[in-house]
C-alpha cells in the first residue's frame, strides 16, 4: 500500500520547462525586434545614441515584464 510517496522517474517525462523557456526567449527577440523597427519608423537611426538608449530601456522593463510570468 502506497504511504502518499512517490518516486518522479516513474511519472511521464515533460519538455514543459523547456518549453516555456523558448518561448519566452522567442517572445523577447521579436519584441525586441518589433521595437527597434518602430524606433526606425519614428525617425530614429539604428546605432545613434538615442536609438540604443531607448532600446535598452525597453530591454530592461521587457525583462522585468517576463520575469513575473
Same mark, same amino acid.
Given at each position: ?5 512517490f518516486n ?8 514543459? #520547462? @523547456?518549453?516555456?523557456?523558448a518561448g +519566452?526567449?522567442? /517572445?523577447?527577440? &521579436?519584441?525586441? $525586434? ?12 539604428? #546605432? @545613434?545614441?538615442?536609438?540604443?538608449? +531607448?532600446?535598452? /530601456?525597453?530591454? &530592461?522593463?521587457? $525583462? ?6
Amino acid at each position: 500500500m502506497s504511504d502518499g510517496n512517490f518516486n518522479r522517474s516513474l511519472l511521464p517525462h515533460t519538455q514543459y #520547462g @523547456s518549453g516555456m523557456r523558448a518561448g +519566452k526567449s522567442m /517572445a523577447r527577440m &521579436k519584441a525586441i $525586434e518589433a521595437f527597434e523597427e518602430w524606433l526606425r519608423q519614428e525617425g530614429e537611426t539604428p #546605432g @545613434s545614441e538615442a536609438f540604443d538608449t +531607448k532600446k535598452e /530601456a525597453f530591454r &530592461k522593463i521587457l $525583462e522585468e515584464k517576463l520575469r513575473q510570468i
